[in-house]
């Protein structure tokens, strides 16, 4: 009888340890997700922007593993566990006693289900200023960009056209970076002579970020250039800035004790995340405290206390290493943590002595991009920025997307996005999806 590994999530993480199980002789795997498709989050801001469609970056989950006949896809939300009884209860119950189709057992877990914003105990803020997570909420922040520039050309009060022109973008890690970025080039040169009442690069775009510096973990000669590079572009950058208060129409930001109120219609939020309600979910059926985000802390090789055939990786989780460094929450570690899981459950299939006792993670580098031809990147002990970087930085961000399919979309549009300054992806529906998907 095949040994059945059950997978929650198809991230990065997810994704990576499925196709390391894949056509694996005795292992059958069950990929369950709420979305039917694997998206790559990293290129999330260039649909908030405006630059790509969902399509380009995002690729059905059945359609990657329709060649895998041991690998099969649920779509489902996962709301519980039964860790004694080796099972995993989805939502989408009869109203009656649990059916079949609604409890998933398993001989190994491996539990990928991400993050999300992260407010810091001020959830109410989500309305008001919305994160960047989801294919939902990139639409969402393109919807709310191009609107407001619209609105701003029928608007006759000059206040309130100052303020629908202003885009305040909270965090500036590689996210608000970007969202910053995108958002100046836009107002400067896509919507260049597009309106007669506006001249959209008026438009004010600010980047507020509580740490000293943007991009707080890259090496401080790199956030120096980040930072020159988007002052060059005309976004304002206030470090050592906090945000105290948010309401419908304006912002109060908090800096060396003075407070400052910013009259905008447009809050983006891109400071911080959080671990996913599965991670509380976990903590609370194992008796185990979640640490700082609300992520759950993991045995060295990626198990949960008390249960050796559970694993959990990715966003959710907390690992510290033996050079005392706290694996990242990134794409990289995810999906090396993905195939070291995938590893152990093999080794214990096939009867091996000896499994993978410890998950070491491998740096491999870090790229950020600002705008065009702009970037920095730290690999190994190289650390360099400008265009170089942002060659690096596409290649890399090309390489990594799932299909050959999505590799060549995403070529065709940056390279027709690189000679136009278009953005061809920015029609306004009511429901804000735009064109292309």
């Known amino acids: 009888m095949s040994h059945h590994v059950v997978i929650i999530g198809g991230g990065f993480g997810g994704l990576a340890a499925a196709r390391a199980l894949r056509r694996k002789d005795g292992i059958r795997v069950t990929l369950i997700d709420r979305q039917n498709y694997h998206l790559f989050q990293p290129l999330l801001y260039q649909v908030a922007s405006g630059g790509l469609s969902p399509a380009n970056i995002a690729y059905p989950l059945r359609t990657i593993f329709k060649k895998n ?7 489902g939300d996962v709301i519980d566990f039964d860790l004694d009884g080796r099972c995993v209860i989805l ?63 029928r608007e006759t009060d000059e206040a309130r056209r100052r303020a629908l022109c202003t885009f305040v973008v909270v965090g500036a890690g590689a996210t608000g970076v970007e969202l910053a970025g995108a958002i100046r080039e836009i107002a400067v040169h896509t919507l260049r002579e597009e309106f007669r009442r506006i001249q959209p690069d008026n438009a004010r775009v600010l980047l507020v970020e509580f740490a000293d510096r943007v991009l707080p973990p890259y090496d401080e000669k790199l956030s120096g250039a980040a ?27 908090e800096k060396g004790g003075a ?37 759950f802390p993991v045995e ?3 198990t949960i206390p008390g249960h050796p055939e559970v694993f959990a990786i990715g966003d959710m989780t907390y690992l510290m290493q033996e050079n005392e460094k706290l694996v990242p929450g990134v794409a990289p570690a995810a999906m090396q943590q993905g195939e070291f899981a995938a590893r152990v459950i093999e080794a214990r299939v096939r009867g091996r002595k000896k499994e993978p006792a410890k998950f070491r993670y491998i740096d491999r580098g870090s790229m950020a991009t ?28 090309v390489m990594m997307l799932v299909t050959f399919q ?32």
């Open 370 to 397: 600002i705008g065009r031809a702009a970037a920095v990147a730290e690999v190994g002990k190289l650390r360099f920025d400008g265009y170089p970087a942002w060659l690096a930085w596409l290649f890399l961000h």
């Open 300 to 302: 060295p090789n990626l």
């Open 259 to 295: 407070s400052e109120i910013i009259e905008t219609e447009n809050v983006l939020w891109a400071a911080g995340i959080a671990a996913s309600p599965l991670a509380g979910l976990l903590a609370d059926k194992t008796g185990t405290k979640v640490a700082r985000g609300g992520r």
């Open 69 to 75: 006949k041991n690998i099969g896809v649920l779509l």
């Open 406 to 437: 999505n590799r060549i979309l995403v070529l065709v549009q940056w390279a027709w996005n690189y000679l136009t300054w278009s953005r061809s992806a920015r029609l306004i529906t009511r429901d804000g999806r735009a064109g292309g998907e």
């Open 227 to 253: 930072e020159r590079s988007l002052r060059r572009m005309g976004v304002e950058v206030r470090t050592g800035a906090k945000v105290t208060a948010l309401h419908e129409g304006c912002v109060e930001i």
């Open 91 to 153: 939502a989408n119950g009869t109203g009656d006693e649990e059916s079949l189709q609604n409890r998933v057992s398993y001989d190994s877990l491996i539990i990928a289900s991400g993050a999300v914003n992260h407010y810091f105990g001020n959830d109410d803020w989500e309305k008001t200023a919305p994160g960047l997570k989801t294919i939902d909420d990139a639409k969402a922040i393109r919807r709310k960009i191009f609107l407001s520039f619209e609105r701003a050309e």
